[in-house]
């Protein structure tokens, strides 16, 4: 399975992947995911906020298992990254079969639909429609960089945006999630790869609009200028000072500038920062410092500086009941927070959610570089199959 998702939607250039929502490289990871649920005799079903299913037993019994992840990736990302939540879900089922266990409840593995939020800015978005956290008038109102319309994106790749909305009625049918995902960070050994999160730290993405006036950079005065870059720049230093001091994180990754041009003064950066802490007291108050900075910049340098919140997580704490449950069937596995959502986070306000991490040996994430033993993935398929053994066929 593993050999066969490989290659989809990698930029040969970089090495890393460009699975975004409902483009070609999406289109092709999700016929992949039918095939292996077809492939297995499962029940296949998309969702009306296409998210795809596979269903093993009768769904509508309830108390249902459910396990997966995503398919898709943040630009050039790396291979593990959703994906092998999804490959571990299915070669769990297999070993389950060749135990010979028997199924007490319906199980199902899922591909929530365009999680990272690489096209539209917004993360979680098959998870969020599903769960009622977004709209489907807020999620109508989405548009990539290139001004596509987040429903224009669907009814291209042949599905129908007037169905997305929250899913109650599915959601009521789930007893339990649980979601393998690659660990991103360093705190798993080779003698314990396999642990059990507890809480993912509140985060959020925030849009800091930075409005100048376009002018020539050969002619023009420095003191007669108002360029908006010089306030991005010192905002960026002011964010990781802030989030240093205050032991959370802040990072400007995504820029736009106009118009773009090596000898013009821009007119408009648009800088996209995304912020995370351990509570969401400390995470308020970092980007309101962040914001409070860039304004007393932006007086300074003629540049006026808009804030939009664009998403928003608060901590979430998965169930205890659930996770206690997880680390004693492992053994005793090791419980740790992380500073990354998940489709997961987004589902626990709905139903007892749970997530298993695999050791990253190198920590990186959201890279090529991004890794994960092959040992260490055998041993998180098998400690998947455990947790699926102990809650669906007991």
């Known amino acids: 399975m593993w050999a066969e998702l490989?290659?989809?939607?990698?930029?040969?250039?970089?090495?890393?992947?460009?699975?975004f929502a409902w483009n070609s490289a999406d289109a092709e990871a999700r016929a992949w995911f039918r095939e292996q649920a077809l492939k297995r005799g499962l029940t296949y079903e998309l969702d009306r906020n296409g998210n795809q299913w596979a269903w093993l037993g009768d769904p509508a019994a309830g108390d249902a298992v459910v396990t997966g992840s995503h398919l898709d990736s943040v630009p050039d990302g790396g291979a593990f990254d959703g994906p092998l939540g999804v490959v571990s879900s299915f070669a769990a089922l297999d070993e389950l079969r060749a135990r010979g266990a028997e199924f007490t409840k319906p199980l199902a593995i899922v591909n929530f639909g365009d999680e990272e939020g690489a096209r539209f800015g917004v993360a979680c978005i098959g998870s969020r429609l599903t769960a009622g956290v977004l709209s489907p008038k807020a999620a109508f109102e989405l548009r990539d960089a290139d001004g596509v319309r987040l429903p224009d994106a669907m009814e291209k790749a042949g599905y129908d945006p007037a169905a997305i909305g929250a899913d109650t009625e599915r959601l009521g049918?789930?007893?339990?999630?649980?979601?393998?995902?690659?660990?991103?960070?360093r705190y798993l050994t080779a003698e314990q790869p396999v642990g059990v999160a507890s809480a993912i730290w509140p985060h959020g993405r925030w849009r800091f609009d930075f409005h100048g006036e376009a002018n020539h950079a050969g002619t023009t005065w420095i003191e007669d200028r108002r360029d908006p870059m010089l306030t991005f720049a010192d905002t960026v230093l002011t964010a990781r000072q802030r989030a240093q001091l205050a032991g959370s994180l802040a990072t400007f990754g995504k820029v736009a500038v106009e118009p773009n041009g090596t000898n013009a003064i821009a007119s408009l950066i648009r800088g996209w920062l995304d912020s995370r802490a351990a509570d969401e007291e400390t995470l308020h108050r970092v980007v309101e410092e962040i914001h409070a900075a860039a304004v007393a910049r932006g007086e300074q340098d003629g540049v006026k500086v808009e804030l939009t919140r664009e998403s928003y997580t608060p901590v979430v704490d998965f169930d205890g009941p659930l996770r206690d449950r997880l680390a004693a069937r492992l053994g005793g596995a090791p419980v740790l927070p992380t500073g990354a959502g998940h489709d997961a986070g987004i589902l626990a306000s709905a139903v007892p959610t749970a997530m298993l991490f695999v050791r990253n040996p190198s920590?990186?994430?959201h890279s090529p570089a991004e890794h994960a033993e092959l040992a260490d993935c055998l041993r998180g398929v098998e400690a998947l199959a455990d947790v699926l053994e102990d809650l669906a066929c007991r």
Do not use: C, K, M
């Open 6 to 19: 490989l290659p989809v939607g990698r930029s040969a250039s970089s090495g890393g992947y460009r699975r």
């Open 173 to 185: 049918r789930i007893g339990a999630f649980v979601e393998l995902h690659v660990e991103q960070g």
């Open 363 to 365: 920590g990186v994430s």
